[in-house]
């Protein structure tokens, strides 16, 4: 082959591998890219982590309706906790403001660092449950053998549409020492 | 002539002047484009038995309800290492094999235009594909996550072992690889063509090939990101997928299938780029609208970056997000459906004749519409909460790629073998091969479309007694399917070592050379050819486009 046409494929070749490391790249960018899109209002991105803390403002208590709540509780993979819910479910009237006690323990010797996620079904509710307080909120320390009773406020919007009778409510906690202490 | 005494002298570490280097480091060292060819395509071989040796362990386990041979991490191991290695291992490496050795004789160029890299792009598969196998080997067994690497599951302990690094790694030599030869391959059809063939002049393959090249070098480098994810992930407390870090499984998912809608599509467009240079040779008349056809080629792979989360209707996505990726799927099919109407009207009056590898192109054609249309049904958002995760995508896939990819792959052997090395195959175990392949590939995949539909999920050891029956008639036909392959690996030896003895003529098909440049060449092709570019290209094949 020709000087001329080696000098054109390694300059087209070089080209291309800055494509793909361009795409490599564009990989990592979809994480950043996924936040945002989800964060998008027109998306209705229903997820239940999208679900911050609320203020209690005080709605009008709707007595002819009833939702069920059921509460499920769950543990990661193999962390070394106990974890239940003071209540398997619960019926409430929208607008009216609830607690349930969730009951956490630390089963090891050593200090931990836990983190519950919290998910809910259907999704869409998410739009209607409202969070007082709840130790879903951030990261969770226990003290070896330490056991916590931890509140979960909440009150779900009179605007629920009629449909929705039983909401479910996820709870799973994620050991997270390794990854606080390494960070 | 001048030209060639130049290149001679200025690259004489290129182009070995007298044929191939004696001996076994022939194979090794080799930077010829027919070489590496043969390199690519007997390891595709290979692992294609390899890959079906799994396939057969996981048919022979599902052959009735209960658990019979193996347990379940390890059937889950082999439904995943059958996936990576027929993907990666076989269909792919068995394309670029296709690609090295028609490329440069269909478009009139010397070689690939960078052979050393083209060397090294083989043996990176190797090396990638050897790390994977040796997954098999280690304590917890190879990945069984599935091949889609999905987190959490992927992550946890009981499914990885010590495998997952392994894994990552291979599928970053993988990729590698992969992208070394997308880069030779676009630098070789834009700069190396004869100067007489202009880009609407190329055969369909060529065409295929160059549109399916700007696809992996778009995707697999964002397949090695989300890998690399998963591995510091796991072992670096970064947290992509991870929840509780802040993370999201759902993530991987989309980056994920970012790059696997288009991988399909990577392993059918040179399919359909095959079948339409063999289709017309047995119609014998052009092919019809070439340039529909190049235009159909174009918008499916745009469309297959844009249409990913499919694959995930039951993710929990937004409405709005359901539907557009619904529409979007569909929509795909209007260009299949262009392609499908072309490979029709091409063989519509045409004298045709039913050689083997024309048999095979029909079965194509055919079976792979099949696959196509259940492909709309899982299209239907609503509609494919049903079918998601059951034996009913197995049986949706599995129709794109075996009578699809594989019998294209076999034709095309067919079709080539008796031009690369000068001895005519055996007809009548060709047909025979053909006959046993379309017949129990149908008995193999057809029932599990019923399955699916009556709930039976994938990736499951054991099932439920009621679908027991289907099950054993898919097995029996995946057992006559493994076997007959076995004559095919007969052919191939067979054709090698001399063949039916008959001396085939330099354009092995009637008229051949009417339609592609390769078949001006004499047979066997000397190792060395198109030292000089052709004066002329065949224009047959775009005749209907003008
Ligand atoms: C008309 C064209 C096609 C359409 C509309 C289509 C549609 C789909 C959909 C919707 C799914 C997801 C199903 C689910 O998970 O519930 C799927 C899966 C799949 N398709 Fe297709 N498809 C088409 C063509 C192809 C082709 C040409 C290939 C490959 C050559 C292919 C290979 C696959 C594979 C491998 C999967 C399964 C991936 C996995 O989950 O492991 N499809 N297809
Ligand atoms: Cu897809």
Redesign the interface.
């Known amino acids: ?3 001329d ?2 000098k ?3 300059k ?2 070089r080209i ?2 800055l ?10 960018a ?2 950043p890219l ?1 936040d945002v899109l989800c964060e998008w209002k ?5 997820r239940p ?1 999208a679900i911050k803390k609320a203020p209690e403002i005080g709605y009008t208590v709707d007595l002819n309706r009833e939702v069920t709540v059921e509460f499920m509780t769950t543990l ?2 193999s962390t070394p906790m106990v974890f239940r819910t003071e209540k398997k479910q619960l019926k409430v009237h929208p607008g009216e403001y609830y607690t349930v006690n969730f009951y956490a323990e630390n089963k090891t010797d050593k200090a931990m660092v836990a ?1 519950a ?1 919290a998910s809910f079904s259907p ?1 869409v509710i998410s739009r209607y449950f409202e969070k007082i307080e709840c130790f879903c909120f951030s990261e969770q320390t226990f003290k070896a053998k330490e056991a916590k009773t931890m509140p979960m406020r909440f009150v779900i919007n009179p605007e629920i549409p009629e449909e929705y009778k039983t909401i479910t409510l996820s709870y ?1 906690f ?3 020492t ?2 606080s202490v ?2 | 002539m001048s030209a060639v005494v130049v290149e001679h002298d200025h690259h004489a570490d290129d182009h070995h002047d007298h044929g191939p280097a004696k001996g076994l480091l022939r194979w090794i060292i080799t930077t010829n484009h027919k070489d590496i060819g043969t390199l690519y395509l007997l390891f595709a071989l290979a692992m294609f038995f390899v890959g079906g040796s799994m396939a057969m362990v996981i048919r022979a386990e599902l052959f009735e309800p209960g658990l019979q041979f193996v347990d379940p991490a390890f059937f889950n191991s082999m439904t995943t290492m059958h996936a990576l290695v027929m993907v990666f291992g076989a269909v792919m490496p068995a394309f670029v094999g296709l690609a090295n050795w028609q490329i440069p004789l269909m478009i009139g160029a010397a070689d690939m235009a960078l052979p050393r890299m083209n060397n090294m792009s083989f043996w990176m598969l190797v090396a990638g594909v050897l790390l994977l196998a040796s997954t098999l080997f280690m304590e917890g067994g190879a990945p069984n996550g599935g091949w889609t690497l999905y987190p959490p599951l992927v992550l946890q302990p009981i499914t990885v072992g010590k495998a997952l690094p392994f894994a990552v790694f291979s599928v970053h030599l993988l990729g590698i690889s992969s992208i070394m030869g997308a880069i030779n391959i676009i630098a070789t059809i834009f700069n190396m063509r004869a100067p007489a063939m202009k880009l609407m002049d190329m055969p369909l393959f060529v065409w295929t090939w160059l549109i399916t090249a700007f696809l992996l070098i778009a995707v697999m480098p964002v397949f090695a990101g989300a890998v690399t994810m998963l591995l510091t992930d796991k072992f670096f407390h970064t947290s992509f997928f991870n929840a509780a870090g802040g993370g999201d499984p759902v993530l991987y998912e989309h980056i994920f299938w970012f790059f696997g809608h288009p991988e399909v599509y990577i392993m059918i467009l040179p399919t359909f780029g095959v079948a339409s240079t063999i289709i017309p040779v047995f119609a014998r008349k052009p092919l019809f609208g070439y340039a529909s056809m190049v235009w159909a080629t174009a918008s499916i792979a745009f469309l297959s970056f844009i249409v990913w989360a499919h694959h995930m209707f039951t993710v929990g996505m937004p409405i709005a997000g359901e539907l557009y990726f619904m529409y979007a799927t569909m929509l795909i099919a209007v260009p299949t459906g262009v392609k499908v109407f072309n490979w029709t009207a091409t063989m519509w009056k045409g004298a045709m004749t039913f050689e083997t590898p024309m048999l095979f192109s029909i079965a194509f054609v055919v079976l792979f519409t099949m696959g196509g249309f259940t492909g709309l049904m899982m299209a239907i958002a609503p509609a494919d909460f049903q079918y998601h995760d059951t034996y009913f995508i197995v049986a949706h896939f599995h129709y794109t790629l075996v009578p699809a990819s594989v019998f294209i792959l076999m034709a095309a052997g067919y079709f080539w073998l008796p031009k690369w090395t000068g001895h005519m195959y055996n007809e009548k175990i060709g047909q025979l091969h053909f006959w046993l392949s379309t017949i129990s590939v149908n008995i193999l995949f057809f029932p599990q479309h019923f399955l699916g539909l009556a709930g039976m999920p994938r990736r499951i050891p054991d099932y439920a007694v009621q679908f027991a029956d289907w099950n054993m008639i898919s097995s029996i036909g995946g057992f006559i399917f493994g076997a007959s392959q076995l004559l095919f690996l007969y052919i191939v030896i067979d054709t090698i070592k001399g063949g039916t003895g008959e001396k085939v003529s330099d354009e092995v098909w009637e008229e051949a050379s009417k339609h592609s440049l390769e078949w001006t060449l004499p047979s066997p092709v000397p190792y060395h050819t198109w030292t000089t570019p052709p004066a002329i290209v065949p224009t047959e094949h775009v005749l209907d486009s003008h």
């Not at chain 1, 027109?42 to 229903?46: P, S, Y």
């Open positions: 082959m020709s000087e046409v080696s054109k494929n390694v087209l070749a291309l591998l494509v793909a490391l361009g795409m490599f790249g564009f990989g990592y979809l994480v996924y027109w998306l209705e991105r229903d982590d990661n993979e983190r996620i999704a799973t994620f050991d997270n390794e990854k390494k960070n």
